[in-house]
């Protein structure tokens, strides 16, 4: 218990640390917004999946079309929409941007 309370602790000392050549690494380069966004889309909807309350609706898509799988087919997918929402944002100028 105690190994796991020090890798929590140093794991958040380091992260805040580098916090600010994070920051503004993301406020240079757009697009690393856009694939974290998607990478965390990604993430969520395979934690989503791995609940139980939508494991009958997995599980009744999968007898429906077994050669498919609907998870990752449909993380993929929010992926795509993610990149897409991100890149369209950009191009129009309706970013969130912070001003100093």
């Known amino acids: 218990m105690g190994l796991i309370i020090f890798g929590i602790f140093f794991s958040l000392l380091i992260s805040l640390y580098f916090l600010q050549l994070v920051v503004k690494l993301a406020t240079t380069y757009f697009w690393i917004n856009i694939i974290a966004g998607g990478i965390i889309?990604?993430?969520?909807?395979?934690?989503?999946?791995?609940?139980?309350l939508v494991g009958d609706w997995i599980y009744y898509l999968n007898k429906q079309v077994p050669e498919v799988n609907i998870v990752n087919i449909t993380a993929n997918a929010a992926v795509i929409?993610?990149?897409?929402?991100?890149?369209?944002?950009y191009i129009k100028?309706?970013?969130?941007?912070?001003?100093r």
């Open 93 to 99: 100028h309706h970013r969130v941007t912070v001003h």
């Open 41 to 52: 889309a990604q993430n969520d909807i395979i934690g989503i999946a791995q609940d139980p």
């Open 81 to 89: 929409v993610t990149l897409v929402i991100g890149l369209f944002s």
